[in-house]
């Protein structure tokens, strides 16, 4: 009896510990579930995470691609329009011509200036060298252009004077000097002339000396470069429109 009570209390204790661990496996069978959802789930997330940045990643292997091809053209364009450029100033580079940038357009910078006396078309003996100069290297260069471009002092001319105004001598100065150059051998087509009067004058001052005058009484050479091929890079093909999205030339 005494084994038959403590086997019996063996067997409930068993029993206790069975259901225990039923409720303990019941439990982790639920916890089982809960986790497999929540994984399920959370693979279902990152998969769809993944799945996005994917696409961003292609999206945006395709616009640096796009970019960098962008930037090859757009390159490639400003390459074009440098060498343009250069092809169109290279002449004045290569005629030892010595050239300034004044009022916005290339001038040549004379040895020394080509003056007048007041009232005068008259070309001094010390202009005939600086003239003589600049046709031989004109000649030698028969694709430069230049405009003559002649001016005169503030003193109104006077009354029964051979010519009528300012203007009228500064076009007369502007010529007389074309028709020099042509003299020496110079092509017609390669020269244009035009008088600016007083409107330009080289020196401002308040009081009107001579010296401010005779300076101002003078002839100019501008130079006219061919820029009919930068118009058409601008505006007659692709290259123009990569040019103008790049910020190039207008």
């Known amino acids: 009896m005494n084994d038959k009570d403590a086997i019996d209390q063996m067997l409930a204790d068993q029993q206790e510990k069975v259901a225990n661990l039923e409720s303990d496996l019941s439990t982790l069978q639920e916890e089982k579930t809960k986790l497999e959802e929540n994984f399920n789930t959370e693979t279902t997330r990152l998969n769809s995470e993944l799945s996005k940045v994917q696409t961003d990643l292609k999206t945006s292997q395709d616009e640096i691609a796009q970019v960098r091809k962008s930037a090859e053209e757009k390159e490639q364009a400003l390459k074009t329009v440098r060498e343009t450029m250069g092809n169109s100033f290279d002449v004045y580079a290569k005629s030892g011509l010595n050239v300034v940038n004044k009022n916005n357009s290339l001038y040549v910078d004379m040895a020394?200036?080509?003056?007048?006396?007041?009232?005068?078309t008259r070309i001094s003996e010390e202009a005939k060298p600086i003239l003589a100069e600049m046709a031989e290297k004109l000649i030698a260069n028969p694709s430069i252009r230049v405009l003559v471009e002649g001016h005169t002092d503030s003193v109104p001319m006077k009354e029964g004077a051979v010519y009528s105004d300012n203007m009228a001598l500064s076009v007369a100065r502007a010529k007389r000097v074309v028709k020099e150059l042509v003299k020496l051998g110079v092509s017609p087509d390669q020269l244009s002339s035009i008088g600016r009067g007083e409107s330009m004058p080289s020196m401002m001052e308040e009081s009107d000396t001579e010296d401010v005058q005779s300076s101002n009484r003078r002839t100019e050479f501008v130079l006219m470069p061919e820029v009919g091929n930068l118009y058409d890079l601008n505006h007659g093909d692709d290259t123009g429109s990569m040019m103008q999205e790049a910020?190039?030339?207008?």
């Open 247 to 250: 910020g190039g030339t207008n």
């Open 112 to 120: 020394a200036p080509i003056r007048y006396r007041s009232g005068s």
